[in-house]
Nanobody
Framework: QVQLVESGGGLVQAGGSLRLSCAASGSIFSINVMGWYRQAPGKQRELVAGIASGGSTNYADSVKGRFTISRDNAKNTVYLQMNSLKPEDTAVYYC??????????????WGQGTQVTVSS
């Protein structure tokens, strides 16, 4: 059984910063891609940033230059440093681990979500 546990969400004023963390645990041999998605009320879930095991990254245009994704492969942990936050960044942020190689096969997993609220 694989679990993703997120932390670091909260309430911050516009222009502030937050750092999200997501740790994967369980019978994991490797994780190819880890990423962060977000879903605002009334909107579809969207990709915020992703990072492959080799370190290549991709970002949504709306967060480029403000957010930085990183990972620690030894700890199966992914981070999202969010700077210069805007009210439109308000959403529930979900961690995703894709192409997770386990003893039972290859799967994708989601965290439970963490609320990020940016006040104006």
């Amino acid at each position: 059984q694989v679990q993703l546990v997120e932390s670091g969400g909260g309430l911050v004023q516009a222009g502030g910063s937050l750092r999200l963390s997501c740790a994967a645990s369980g019978s994991i041999f490797s994780i190819n891609v880890m990423g962060w998605y977000r879903q605002a009320p009334g909107k579809q879930r969207e990709l915020v940033a992703g990072i492959a095991s080799g370190g290549s990254t991709n970002y949504a245009d709306s967060v480029k230059g403000r957010f930085t994704i990183s990972r620690d492969n030894a700890k199966n942990t992914v981070y999202l440093q969010m700077n210069s936050l805007k009210p439109e960044d308000t959403a529930v942020y979900y961690c995703n681990a894709d192409q997770v190689v386990t003893s039972r096969g290859i799967y994708s997993y989601w965290g439970q979500g963490t609320q990020v609220t940016v006040s104006s």
